[in-house]
């Protein structure tokens, strides 16, 4: 069987003022997983749930439900719910009355509203707390209300537009867990969109990185991070160490002034790219064993590493995350593996990407 249940067809999204919001969308979405949408403000993100939820129009494109396109299906019409950044709950009614309200907007019988309402407090650990006043409950519990709210309709999507971006810290960590935990228990597909990278992290079965309207890479958390295509995606998410370099041929790149030997392929000779390498693929060693020598500039212990600043001849820094400690002016070398040199074209698309891997039958990361 079909396991999509959500499609998006070459959607883009401009507004009369000329503001192009997204470009050229696409996706597949699969019933029962956790997404996340995961850019800087003003990328796009709540406009992609707008447009699922139906509260705004594609401009162009295609959007799919179970296999129906639904351009033109009002949003009380479509089998999904939002969760607002700010909750949007009613402070005049009770917790059991917000979560009840989509139901009697409904006319559903009262037996059955109290049934629902009872059994979605439940699945959000909020039993017994129906009479409580909204002024009464804390930023988590709130949070909690607005879930058991989407999850009252039974919908077969739930939406989330940053909904932990009221919370402080702590709470927000916990929330990341129970949502996650929420949504496997309910079986559901969750939209979830934020701009925290730790959080898409932590919590996604898969994540869509977004810039300007675009998509910047899609795949696993796992994915992401080790494997960034592109300079904005590298940068975005975690951190990294990005220099100027040169592909001299397949398996072959400078930078630093060096030569390296790598595992990536399939571009012109001497093409000018990106060199991505990832601060705990570092490793510190002396300078007579480094592929790299630097100097240490300054040092910040991180409580299970110390991370340093380094400079290399030419320049160029390096962030490292070390186990070992250094010394603030000391001449440190670097150690790599040829993996861990992650190698980019200037502004390679996932689509440009996937056809370069496809065509010059990399192992690596197939
Ligand atoms: N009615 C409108 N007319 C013109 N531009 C708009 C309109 N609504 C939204 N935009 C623009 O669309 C772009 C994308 O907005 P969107 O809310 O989708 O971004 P976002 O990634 O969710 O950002 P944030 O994290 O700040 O919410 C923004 O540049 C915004 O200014």
């Not at 991070?225 to 990294?240: C, H, K, L, Q, W």
């Not at 100027?244 to 041929?249: L, Q, S, Y």
Request: glycine share 8%; hydrophobic share 35%; with cysteine.
């Amino acid at each position: 069987m079909d396991n999509t249940i959500i499609r998006f067809e070459n959607v883009t999204k401009s507004y009369n003022d000329g503001t192009v919001v997204l470009k050229n969308i696409n996706f597949e979405l699969e019933r029962g997983k956790f997404y996340t949408l995961l850019g800087p403000s003003g990328c796009g993100k709540t406009t992609i749930l707008r447009i699922i939820a139906g509260f705004t129009d594609a401009t162009t494109g295609d959007v799919f439900f179970n296999g129906k396109r639904i351009n033109d299906v009002p949003a009380n019409e479509r089998h999904v719910n939002t969760v607002f950044q700010d909750y949007a709950l009613f402070p005049h009614l009770n917790v059991f009355e917000n979560v009840a309200f989509g139901l009697r907007i409904k006319k559903v019988k009262e037996v059955e509203v109290k049934e629902r309402v009872q059994k979605a407090l439940k699945f959000v650990n909020l039993a017994g707390y129906g009479n409580r006043e909204i002024s009464e409950m804390s930023g988590g519990q709130r949070q909690r209300v607005a879930i058991a709210r989407a999850i009252v309709n039974d919908p077969d999507v739930i939406l989330l537009d940053e909904p932990l971006s009221a919370l402080d810290l702590k709470l927000r960590t916990e929330m990341q867990y129970e949502l996650r935990e929420l949504q496997q228990r309910l079986g559901k597909t969750f939209i979830f969109v934020t701009h925290d990278q730790e959080e898409a992290l932590a919590m996604s079965d898969e994540i869509f990185v977004l810039s300007h309207g675009e998509i910047k890479q899609s795949g696993t958390p796992v994915d992401i991070y080790d494997e960034p295509i592109n300079r904005f995606v590298a940068d975005f998410i975690g951190e990294s160490n990005i220099v100027d370099g040169i592909m001299i041929e397949d398996y072959k790149v400078k930078f630093a002034g060096k030569e390296f030997e790598c595992v990536d392929g399939g571009m012109k000779p001497n093409e000018k790219i990106d060199v991505v390498i990832r601060p705990e693929d570092l490793e510190m060693t002396t300078p007579d064993k480094g592929k790299l020598v630097v100097t240490v500039d300054t040092q910040l212990f991180r409580g299970v590493h110390y991370e340093l600043s380094t400079y290399d001849k030419d320049g160029n820094e390096w962030l490292v995350h070390s186990l070992k400690k250094a010394e603030v002016g000391e001449e440190i070398g670097l150690d790599f593996d040829p993996e861990a040199i992650h190698v980019m074209r200037l502004n390679e698309t996932e689509e440009d990407f996937d056809k370069r891997l496809e065509a010059y039958g990399d192992e690596e990361h197939e």
